[in-house]
T-cell receptor, first 116, second 110 residues
Framework: GAVVSQHPSRVICKSGTSVKIECRSL??????MFWYRQFPKQSLMLMAT?????????EQGVEKDKFLINHASLTLSTLTVTSAHPEDSSFYIC????????????FGPGTRLTVL | TQLLEQSPQFLSIQEGENLTVYCNSS?????LQWYRQEPGEGPVLLVT?????EVKKLKRLTFQFGDARKDSSLHITAAQPGDTGLYLC??????????FGAGTILRVKS
């Protein structure tokens, strides 16, 4: 099956620092990956669509200069939270879309970010 | 962006009971996916339904896609404590992103 990994699984940082989260598709190539944010007991909120070799497409209200996305290869996308603040603390999840006819998305295990 | 209404939001039942979760939209989706998520983990894909009227079964779980591809349901028979989790439906916009429902938190008590 399609496996997506994320690293790190948990990160604690001080306010003002930057944090990079990696998302990898392990057994397939993904031209498109997605980054979501999830608050406790809520659904997933799409932040941006990451396209290999081109700029990411951000959802309305998501600051592209704060949440930097790089999709440098067909198996890796990174999300960098710049100058993190406590309100950025959240569960960040990536997904990768397969090339199947259904365009199914498979999700990573998520990264818990805590900004002190 | 299309909207997908999911209900109920919370469900607490006893082991052995049956339950149904609904997802409804006024828009048509090319396909619809159901996920289950446990705390601190990413969503796990349960099933993808594509054809209007399609019914898929996964052990005690039955998934149905509406004839018009605007709605879907998940029915669990004889629920077990291991079914506890957050269930998410997600509709695939044509050629683009997933639209998620608000989620249903299911708790099955033994």
């Amino acid at each position: 099956g399609a496996v997506v990994s994320q690293h790190p699984s948990r990160v604690i940082c001080k306010s003002g620092t930057s944090v990079k989260i990696e998302c990898r598709s392990l057994d397939f190539q993904a031209t498109t990956m997605f980054w979501y944010r999830q608050f406790p007991k809520q659904s997933l909120m799409l932040m941006a669509t990451s396209n290999e070799g081109s700029k990411a497409t951000y959802e309305q209200g998501v600051e592209k200069d704060k949440f930097l996305i790089n999709h440098a290869s067909l198996t890796l996308s990174t999300l960098t939270v710049t100058s993190a603040h406590p309100e950025d603390s959240s569960f960040y999840i990536c997904s990768a879309r397969t090339a199947s006819s259904y365009n199914e998305q498979f999700f990573g295990p998520g990264t818990r970010l805590t900004v002190l | 962006t299309q909207l997908l209404e999911q209900s109920p939001q919370f469900l607490s039942i006893q082991e052995g009971e049956n339950l149904t979760v609904y997802c409804n939209s006024s828009s048509v989706f090319s396909s619809l996916q159901w996920y289950r998520q446990e705390p601190g983990e990413g969503p796990v894909l349960l099933v993808t339904v594509v054809t209007g009227g399609e019914v898929k079964k996964l052990k005690r779980l039955t998934f149905q896609f509406g004839d018009a591809r605007k709605d879907s349901s998940l029915h669990i028979t004889a629920a077990q404590p291991g079914d506890t989790g957050l269930y998410l439906c997600a509709g695939q916009e044509y050629g683009n992103k997933l639209v998620f429902g608000a989620g249903t938190i299911l708790r099955v008590k033994s």
